[in-house]
């Protein structure tokens, strides 16, 4: 399949944002609450340019090559991009400055790595703690038992802000396992907030589960097929 053209991508997302109104809405939540991230991972610097002046708030990349390339050419426009894919400690270098924020970090040895890089830079860089809620052996992400352990470390960091939560739970058969799951993450964030972690973001939902995220508590979600299409990986 070849990139989906300007109206396509613009009829897409409007259809996203009626549908996140919908759920905000449903939630008793305001729709403005909820940052739509375009998940452009095997995207054209092309189709991301074109998608940058659509009604998206930012983007993901889930490669650090993708969000490199794709950042120096300025394809990303106004808007800012968020590393949102497993991170290698010998790949921070490019991404520290480049992402507003990352959301992946999943290790203290890889918050050690940011946090050196971004005081190099003299910035403090915004990162999120992804959390492998499923406990599903392909995914990224600490164990939920080990998140306290993680925020309190961060804290202790001083070119480094935790700035919320990330997680990719499993495929459901149900939207009431799905929901449970989203729940779950949700107390999580706010039992981490009631302890006085400054977290602003809770990323959770993507192109199938986003309503079921939304309702629970999301205020990032992050959609790639929905906008885009079907990936092709070349
Ligand atoms: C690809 C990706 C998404 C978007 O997935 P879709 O199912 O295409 O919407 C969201 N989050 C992460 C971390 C991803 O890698």
Not at 101 to 112: C, F, T, Y
Not at 116 to 138: D, R, T, V, Y
Request: charged content about 30%; hydrophobic content about 40%; proline content about 1%.
């Amino acid at each position: 399949m070849t990139d989906l053209g300007e109206n396509r991508l613009r009829e897409n997302i409007a259809k996203i944002r009626e549908t996140i109104a919908e759920s905000a809405v449903r939630a008793g939540r305001r729709p403005e609450e909820i940052i739509l991230c375009a998940a452009s991972k095997t995207q054209s610097i092309q189709t991301v340019k074109i998608a940058s002046n659509l009604n998206i708030d930012i983007f993901g990349e889930n490669r650090v090559q993708e969000l490199t390339e794709k950042y120096d050419a300025g394809a990303y426009g106004e808007k800012k991009v968020h590393m949102i894919g497993h991170l290698q400690t010998n790949k921070v270098r490019q991404t520290v400055g480049r992402a507003d924020i990352i959301e992946s970090v999943d290790s203290k040895h890889l918050l050690d790595a940011i946090c050196a890089e971004a005081a190099k830079h003299e910035i403090c860089q915004k990162i999120m703690i992804e959390i492998n809620i499923g406990g599903e052996l392909s995914k990224s992400g600490i164990a939920a038992e080990e998140l306290w352990d993680m925020l309190e470390y961060a804290e202790g960091l001083d070119a480094v802000e935790v700035c919320g939560l990330m997680s990719i739970p499993p495929r459901y058969e149900t939207d009431d396992d799905s929901r449970r799951c989203f729940a779950e993450l949700k107390s999580m964030f706010d039992r981490a907030v009631d302890s006085g972690y400054g977290l602003k973001y809770l990323s959770m939902g993507m192109s199938a589960d986003y309503v079921n995220a939304i309702l629970e508590g999301a205020n990032i979600v992050r959609i790639g097929t929905a906008i885009f299409g079907q990936r092709e990986y070349k």
